[in-house]
């Protein structure tokens, strides 16, 4: 006699995909109304960059006109921009009547 064992039936096969929320890039836009000083307490306290981070990026919107300061999901960036748009002007500076400029881009490869 023969038997035949058979493994039971699943149903379809269903695999799991993780799905990640597309990420947005916070850009610091030069202007020559703040200061280097200006640019490294503002990313500093709003961003919490050590003030090497801060130097850097202050030299590279000095330089390209731009820096990517954060990189996070569409909400939070939104709220960084928002946050360097409220920071205020730069007291060190007379001619400073306001916040940096930032706009918010997605991320290379969304």
């Known amino acids: ?8 039936e699943t149903g379809t096969e269903t695999g799991t995909r993780e799905v990640h929320a597309a990420l947005w890039n916070v850009v610091l836009l030069d202007d020559d109304d703040h200061t280097y000083e200006y640019v490294i307490e503002m990313l500093c306290q709003l961003f919490l960059c050590s003030e090497a981070q801060a130097f850097r990026h202050a ?3 000095d330089t390209l006109g731009r820096t990517i300061v954060l990189t996070c999901e569409k909400e939070q960036a939104e709220f960084g921009r928002d946050q360097i748009h409220a920071y205020g002007a730069d007291w060190r500076m007379a001619r400073s009547k306001g916040s940096m400029s930032a706009i918010i881009e997605p991320a290379a490869g969304e």
């Open 1 to 8: 006699m023969t038997v035949t064992i058979t493994a039971p």
């Open 59 to 61: 030299v590279e919107v």
